[in-house]
């Protein structure tokens, strides 16, 4: 089975700070995606990206940035976190883009900035 | 317009119900259609997969996509108490960028 972990399950921040998260998957999918989920909004794709060192914007990039230095490691990183960011964040993974790929998610992130 | 389009509910039936869940969308090109089941707390696992039109049906679950009305549903037969959760439509052009609707809340009442 596909597993996507996910650094912390619960995360409090303040304004201002600087915020790492981190996703981790274990079968080496090529695509990783990270999305923001608010109710009423629903998912929201922030990144993605196709190989190591390549990422392509989402529809919500604003106040977010992402590195993949390892295949396996898809980190989001908040410069300076904002109470607007609060939210719970989904990393997700699939194999390739094809007839047959779905995304697998990790259990989710929940931010809030304080 | 949003690409995508849920009623969130939500929705409240009693056990053994059939229940329908759909979703409308506006991009005629999208052609590979998911349905995710979210439980409270939980990310999303993939329930069902269509590609192209027609039906798909596994188990209780039936997945229906209408690309000439640009309109997807999920039959759920018989259900259970376990069935209550968020589900969630997706579907996606290329295999690669997803987009998914907002959910719909369904409680299944013993």
């Known amino acids: 089975d596909v597993k996507v972990t996910q650094s912390s399950r619960y995360l409090v921040k303040r304004t201002g700070e600087k915020v790492f998260l981190e996703c981790v998957q274990d079968m080496d999918h090529e695509n990783m995606f990270w999305y923001r989920q608010d109710p009423g909004l629903g998912l929201r794709l922030i990144y993605f990206?196709?190989?190591?060192?390549?990422?392509e914007k989402g529809d919500i990039p604003e106040g977010y940035s992402v590195s993949r230095e390892k295949k396996e490691r898809f980190s989001l990183i908040l410069e300076s976190a904002s109470t607007n960011q609060t939210s719970m964040y989904l990393c997700a993974s699939t194999l390739a883009g094809g007839p047959t790929d779905t995304q697998y998610f990790g259990p989710g992130t929940r931010l809030t900035v304080l | 317009q949003k690409e995508v389009e849920q009623d969130p509910g939500p929705l409240s039936v009693p056990e053994g119900a059939i229940v329908s869940l759909n979703c409308t969308y506006s991009?005629?090109?999208?052609?590979?259609f998911m349905w995710y089941r979210q439980y409270s707390r939980k990310g999303p696992e993939l329930l069902m997969y269509t590609y192209s039109s027609g039906n798909k049906e596994d188990g209780r679950f039936t997945a229906q996509v209408d690309k000439s009305s640009k309109y997807i549903s999920l039959f759920i037969r018989d259900s259970q108490p376990s069935d209550s959760a968020t589900y969630l439509c997706?579907?996606?052009?290329?295999?690669?960028?997803?987009?998914f609707g907002t959910g719909t809340s369904l409680t299944v009442i013993p």
């Open positions: 990206s196709y190989d190591v060192k390549m990422k």
């Open positions: 991009n005629s090109a999208f052609q590979y």
């Open positions: 997706a579907m996606s052009r290329t295999g690669n960028q997803f987009y």
